[in-house]
């Protein structure tokens, strides 16, 4: 079946740092791939479409220049968390399309 | 635009019994409907999906959902809870494009 790997799973960094999260798909090339936050005890929110040799989507409310989103191969998409401060602490996780989506193991993001 | 509702931010029910999430949505495109059940600090596993034909779709792990459009819902049910069903359901609208809005999700706990 088809794979997505997100790395790290867990993260832990310091305020004013920048941390960047990984996003590859395994076993098959993704045109697309989508990154959701979720919030503890709350639902997925949708941050920014990510497609292959494009610049990143996002979704209004979502600063790009503090989620920094590159697609640089048909297996690989980044997320860069600038600048980070404790309010970005989340769970970050990531889908690749191929015909269907199919999500990442998500990446748990401490800021201290 | 896209929006789902899940009714019911908890749901307890006793091992053998009736599990049943409610899930409404609203699309302006004809939907592609998911359920995604989620463990602690891990990512999103489907459990079934809707895109196109028979309204009554079956998942993995005795689950299933049935698509009622004048209802605009995708209800999820198991005949028989086990304990291993506790987590956190999430139902999900799209549409071809795979760029998910998800519910606010539904936490199942099971009692022996």
């Known amino acids: 079946g088809a794979v997505v790997s997100q790395h790290p799973s867990r993260v832990i960094c310091k305020s004013g740092t920048s941390v960047k999260i990984e996003c590859r798909s395994l076993?098959?090339?993704?045109?697309?791939m989508f990154w959701y936050r979720q919030f503890p005890k709350k639902s997925l929110m949708l941050m920014a479409t990510s497609n292959e040799g494009s610049k990143a989507t996002y979704e209004q409310g979502v600063e790009k220049d503090k989620f920094l989103i590159n697609h640089a191969s048909l297996t690989l998409s980044t997320l860069t968390v600038t600048s980070a401060h404790p309010e970005d602490s989340s769970f970050y996780i990531c889908?690749?399309?191929?015909?269907?989506?199919?999500f990442g193991q998500g990446t748990r993001l401490t800021v201290v | 635009a896209q929006s789902v509702t899940q009714l019911g931010s908890h749901v307890s029910v006793s091992e053998g019994a009736l599990v049943l999430l409610r899930c409404n949505y609203s699309s302006s495109v004809p939907p592609y409907l998911f359920w995604y059940v989620q463990y602690p600090n891990q990512g999103l596993q489907l459990l079934l999906k809707?895109?196109?034909?028979?309204?009554l779709v079956k998942g993995i792990n005795g689950f299933e959902a049935e698509f009622k459009k004048s209802e605009t819902s995708f209800h999820l049910t198991k005949p028989s809870a086990h304990m291993s069903d506790a987590a956190e359901y999430f139902c999900a609208v799209g549409g071809n494009d795979y760029k998910l809005s998800f519910g606010a999700g539904t936490t199942v706990t099971v009692r022996a």
């Open positions: 076993d098959f090339q993704a045109t697309t």
């Open positions: 809707y895109t196109t034909g028979a309204t």
């Open positions: 889908s690749a399309k191929r015909g269907e989506a199919f």
